[in-house]
């Protein structure tokens, strides 16, 4: 899989060998986007997932991208302009701060990206009803498109390092037949593992592969007779179900590509 990136980020599969010269030409090539990162509601796994690129990560980083903006990755406190910024995190609607700095992020970034499925769907934070000190009025979690305009998701809990780099090589090549499903998924607000029963089982679209239950994260989905069954009260509804499925949107031509079929 890495070697698969290191080809699509245009570094070749050895990278040792490769990468400096490589990467200075993409870098003198392509315009730098100036990326942001917003932590809302959110555990902090989607950046980890970001940073377990290892050895491409700091040519990502450094090389490709200027980061300005970000409480765990730059030392800046005003949100400045930016050309993308991720969002990790629902949005807490009883917390002033956060409402605040979600909406500066709209303003002040041409792409919003709801990175992780708590920001793409709010994910287990759906759950949440409140009561608890320190703050017992933080009751509201929701997906940041249900307060702001989202131009991108990454679902995922959390989304796989490969997707997140390709994403951001994506967006530095203006790729956007690999953008479009993440722009489309921008609207998948309220996923649920049930959508796989009413949108590909009940429409006579599921072939049974089993990859919907293989990437359920919390073990919510087991096949049953060939077909997805979920156990709800496992369900966290990040979504992945469905965006993983193949009958569901993903762009078999891409895939096809991407795998080198
Ligand atoms: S991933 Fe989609 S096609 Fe495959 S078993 Fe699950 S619902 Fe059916
Ligand atoms: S069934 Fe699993 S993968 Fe699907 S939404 Fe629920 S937790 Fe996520």
Known sequence: MLARIKQFLGIGAKPKEVPKEEVEKVAEEKAKPRIGY???SGCTGDIMSLSENYDI????LTNMVDIV?????????EMPEMDLVLV???????DEHSVKELKEAREKAGLVVAFGSCAATGC???????GQQARPDHESFVPIAD???VDCAIPG??????????TVVAVINGDMDYLQPMIDLAGYTEACGCDLQYKVVNQALCIGCGTCAMACQTRALTMT???PELTSARCVKCGICYVQCPRSWWPADRIKQDLGL
């Open 225 to 227: 007779d060939g077909r």
């Open 157 to 166: 809990c959390p989304p796989s390092p490969e997707i997140i780099a390709k």
């Open 147 to 149: 307060l702001v305009k």
């Open 57 to 60: 990560l700091a040519e990502l």
């Open 69 to 77: 903006y970000g409480q765990t990755l730059a030392d800046v406190w």
């Open 88 to 94: 990790e995190g629902s949005v807490c609607l009883q």
């Open 38 to 40: 917003v932590h809302l």
């Open 124 to 130: 287990f934070t759906r759950y949440s009803r409140g």
